[in-house]
């Protein structure tokens, strides 16, 4: 070989080809894999990973497939990998350990590449919910080295996907129709007795969202049914959707008279902002919410958000980190001045 070649092959800048890296290993009476290594990107780009891949409220609002390049959160629960759409807000982009290799349908097996040579996904705990205070949780977490992986979706598809062992943690808020403590006749239907607990995040008031200044003087639920009214939804399943209907069925109102009810928003924070930026008058979200944004808020009940999980991960290490947080002043004081939240029941066991 040429000295340029030499000089090349030293500064990586050319790969010889089988040959001769066997005759420069024999001549330097080394292995090949001595001489020459993938970097740690190359490792992690041709590498990949199988994994149960999980959509948020958005990928399923959108209805769309998920594609080659989009950016996943990896986490293990129960023995088995699980891949979480990173679905960003608006604002920002959400942070990521993989992207999907090819083109799927969601809630299917995926392919994926991971970033890095190898990620931690044992200090990491997945909840499904959509409190947007769950990222002041994770926040505090972290600090304790126990990282929150959040999947945004609403109350009864969080559930149903601890049901299936998908998530470690289930945010809920689901009043019964008639009449009961809230969530916990929801859960008795999944879970056998005693194979499922149920931890209080915090209770919160939920209601009707309007125009700062309320300029079309919307009063109650029953003002929804005027024309001058254009409203958003949430997704079937969802809390303050439930919600909604209990109120229409109470005042025996049509729920075609609402002029928006099949229009939907994934989410408290996206029907806020449908209201802030005029898309909608009226939504039914959280206190916290309307505050975030500077909205008018109609309170219209109150209810318990709990954390639900199996009883078998409450030793688990990092699920004692995430109790020990929820019982600390900090967290609570926090959780208290943004709005609407009554922390005197968080950490409370209520099942």
């Not at 790969?15 to 020459?36: H, Y």
């Not at 505090?140 to 996907?161: A, D, K, P």
């Not at 309007?210 to 079309?216: E, M």
Request: with cysteine.
């Amino acid at each position: 070989m040429s000295r340029q070649t030499i000089y090349a092959i030293e500064a990586d800048n050319y790969i010889p080809n089988t040959a001769v890296g066997l005759r420069l290993a024999k001549a330097l009476t080394a292995r090949v894999e001595d001489l020459f290594s993938l970097s740690e990107a190359e490792e992690a780009e041709s590498r990949s990973e199988n994994v149960t891949l999980l959509p948020s409220l958005e990928d399923l609002n959108s209805g769309d497939e998920l594609h080659p390049g989009q950016p996943v959160q990896l986490c293990e629960v129960n023995g088995r990998l699980i891949g979480v759409s990173a679905a960003p807000p608006h604002w920002s982009l959400r942070a990521s350990d993989a992207v999907i290799s090819r083109r799927t349908a969601i809630l299917e097996k995926a392919e994926v590449h991971p970033h890095a040579r190898s990620i931690n996904v044992r200090d990491r705990l997945l909840l499904a919910g959509c409190d947007p205070a769950m990222a002041i949780l994770a926040h505090h977490l972290g600090q304790t080295g126990i990282e929150l992986v959040l999947l945004h979706q609403n109350s009864s598809r969080s559930l149903s996907l601890l049901k299936r062992n998908h998530v470690h943690i289930a945010g809920t808020h689901l009043r019964p129709q008639t009449s009961g403590e809230p969530n916990i006749s929801a859960i008795q239907k999944l879970f056998p007795a005693g194979s499922a607990v149920a931890i209080s995040f915090a209770r919160w008031e939920e209601g009707l969202v309007t125009a700062r200044g309320n300029p079309k003087h919307i009063k109650g639920v029953e003002d929804l049914a005027r024309r001058n009214i254009t409203f958003i939804n949430r997704e079937l399943g969802s809390g303050s959707r439930l919600l909604l209907d209990r109120h229409l069925n109470r005042l025996k109102l049509d729920a075609n008279r609402v002029r928006g009810y099949n229009r939907t928003a994934p989410g408290h924070l996206a029907a806020v902002w449908a209201v802030k930026t005029g898309a909608s008058d009226c939504c039914i979200a959280t206190e916290a919410s309307a505050r975030v944004v500077g909205l008018n808020f109609i309170p219209l009940e109150a209810s318990r958000y709990d954390f639900v999980m199996r009883e078998r991960d409450l030793k688990v290490r990092a699920m004692q980190a995430l109790l020990d947080v929820m019982n600390r002043s900090s967290f609570r004081l926090e959780l208290n001045k943004i709005g609407g939240y009554d922390t005197t029941v968080t950490g409370t066991q209520v099942l």
